[in-house]
């Protein structure tokens, strides 16, 4: 493990700034007037799916025109710009990767055509910081869901870009690999990275990013430090699906506690209702332990976030 | 050019299955050649059916097929799959990815092309025949790049590029440039065939190209320019869609 270190290593402070920003597909407004500036530090974009996230990420990257206003990466525009690529890694949201390569081949592979100094030294060094060494000769095409994400995350940071733009990085992680994956993140933001996320689970989000862009229907429906916003979003009852080896049990035991809202079970669907979004998973361990029960699957609804980015439209 | 690519990409075309069929289609070519000379052919019957055998099979049927699948799985397949991002994220301008792109698909393509129909003209006729089996040699080196250039290009304007890529190797090189003089011009067959019979010192009946060399020389050149500019043009322009359909 890589120790963090004290001061910045990023020599100069990278940004990325949006001005009125618009995507649209004929009729269809993906991205609608958006703008924001970004500093060091992590960012979550947060918004349900096909809130237009994606398509916001691929203009910073360089991989969609804007249909108008501007998207400047270190005061560049992001479009037509591949000398801006040598400040910045991207990790796309297909799963896709040269399945024929090694892990190890795709990142040196990535370092060779960024053109760093020493590529292999880069690729080990990459392939460390995400613990793929285990599987690095390895076929891509043998790899887990997991695996490959953080062969892309290796790909995208092997020239040390001071921008890191990742889309639904978390994606097929397990939960071991999500916290170690988000120390990374946290650990490049402290050298002085600008990192920018996006994700659909507000727990990521949460949990990670200092400011949040919440995105809703290509619009920018909020922005700022996330505990304001958490406040908004906390500030009314969350839904999260729940899978476990008695689930009638656990939902019977959970209408006990004070602070759960309500309890279902549709065919076979535990939903538990909660008007307290932090305590909850301390809640419902507790009850799973008292009651014996085993719990396999714990997950924010994404109706809850429907509901909480709506709430914050309205807002 | 970039080597990097250009190994990714020689790995890409090489790995696939359908690379084996397009082996087996030419070494089709170099058995139907070896039996023809066990069968006894020989003398002015072997220099026809070399000309037939490389005409038809060789210039007509293999050429074209070679090159729709290097050219348009060179950069096509990526697009499809997505890891063509990974290409477009790297400080690499995009008219060296088209050229990387482009050297090696033809260069896949004229290894599974000119060599075995080298093999098969030297193997029918007996030997070099008056030019004739490095002439179709020569023809297939051309008409290769020519074909592996319109296909890359292809596979940057439709996601449907093999298709369409057939459709013109089948109707406008087989039908149209059949029929109508005027198409023969825009034919890379037949460029390739104008190439041939420049080398090759043969009776008309054996080859007999229907384009002037000058003609065939000038429009290969536009046909290659005019498809490697519109490549690099799409490349540089292309989108990544950005949610999910």
Not at chain 1, 31 to 43: E, K, M, P, Q, W
Request: include cysteine.
């Amino acid at each position: 493990m890589t120790a963090t270190r004290a001061g910045p290593i990023v020599d100069a402070p990278a940004s990325v700034e949006l001005e009125h920003a618009s995507r649209w597909y004929g009729n269809v407004v993906a991205v609608n007037d958006i703008s924001f500036t970004l500093r060091a530090g992590i960012t979550g974009l947060l918004g349900p799916n096909g809130a237009g996230k994606s398509t916001l990420l691929h203009m910073i990257g360089g991989f969609l025109a804007p249909s108008s206003g501007n998207v400047l990466v270190n005061g560049e525009p992001a479009w037509g710009n591949v000398e801006m690529y040598r400040g910045l890694g991207l990790v796309p949201e297909r799963e896709s990767a040269y399945d024929f390569m090694s892990g190890r081949e795709f990142v040196l592979a990535n370092a060779r055509m960024q053109k760093v100094s020493d590529p292999l030294a880069a690729a080990t060094k990459a392939i460390s910081l995400v613990e793929l060494e285990s599987a690095q000769d390895r076929p891509i095409g043998t790899y887990s869901k997991g695996m490959r994400q953080r062969a892309k995350v290796a790909a995208a940071l092997v020239h040390e870009p001071p921008i890191l733009i990742l889309d639904e990085p978390f994606n097929g992680m397990d939960p071991r690999q999500r916290l170690h994956m988000m120390g990374l993140l946290r650990q490049m933001a402290a050298e002085g990275r600008t990192i920018l996320f996006s994700s659909h689970i507000l727990e990521e989000v949460e949990r990670l990013a200092e400011t949040v862009l919440v995105i809703v229907a290509g619009r920018l429906a909020a922005s700022g430090d996330f505990r304001q916003i958490r406040r908004l979003m906390t500030d009314r009852p969350h839904t999260f699906t729940v899978r476990s080896s008695n689930d009638r049990s656990l939902a019977a035991a959970l209408v006990a506690e004070p602070k759960i809202a309500g309890v279902s079970l549709d065919d076979g669907l535990l939903t538990v209702r909660t008007s307290d979004f932090g305590s909850f998973s301390r809640t419902i361990a507790g009850v799973a332990r008292a009651t014996r029960i085993s719990l396999f699957e714990l997950l924010p609804t994404d109706e809850s976030l429907e509901s909480v980015f709506s709430y914050l439209v309205r807002g | 050019m970039n080597m990097v690519i250009a190994q990714i990409t020689l790995r890409q075309l090489l790995n696939r299955r359908r690379t084996l069929l397009l082996l087996l289609l030419a070494g089709l070519l170099v058995l139907i050649a070896i039996i023809f000379r066990a069968t006894g052919g020989d003398g002015a019957r072997a220099l026809t059916f070399t000309g037939r055998l490389l005409s038809t099979f060789g210039l007509a049927t293999l050429m074209p097929l070679v090159a729709l699948l290097f050219g348009t799985g060179a950069i096509g397949s990526e697009i499809d799959d997505g890891t063509v991002v990974y290409l477009l994220a790297k400080p690499i301008p995009r008219r060296t990815i088209i050229f990387t792109k482009l050297a090696i698909a033809a260069l896949c393509s004229i290894l599974l092309t000119a060599i075995p129909i080298f093999l098969a003209g030297m193997i029918a006729a007996g030997g070099p025949a008056d030019g004739l089996v490095v002439g179709f040699t020569l023809g297939s080196v051309i008409g290769s790049l020519l074909y592996c250039a319109i296909f890359v290009a292809l596979s940057l304007v439709t996601g449907r590029a093999l298709i369409f890529g057939l459709l013109y190797v089948l109707i406008w090189e087989g039908l149209l440039a059949a029929l109508f003089a005027g198409t023969r011009t825009f034919s890379v067959r037949q460029q390739s065939l104008a190439f041939a019979d420049a080398v090759a010192n043969v009776p008309a009946h054996v080859l007999e190209a229907q384009l002037p060399l000058a003609t065939a020389a000038v429009m290969a050149a536009l046909i290659f320019v005019v498809a490697v500019a519109l490549a690099v043009r799409r490349l540089g322009r292309f989108e990544v869609s950005g949610e999910r359909a």
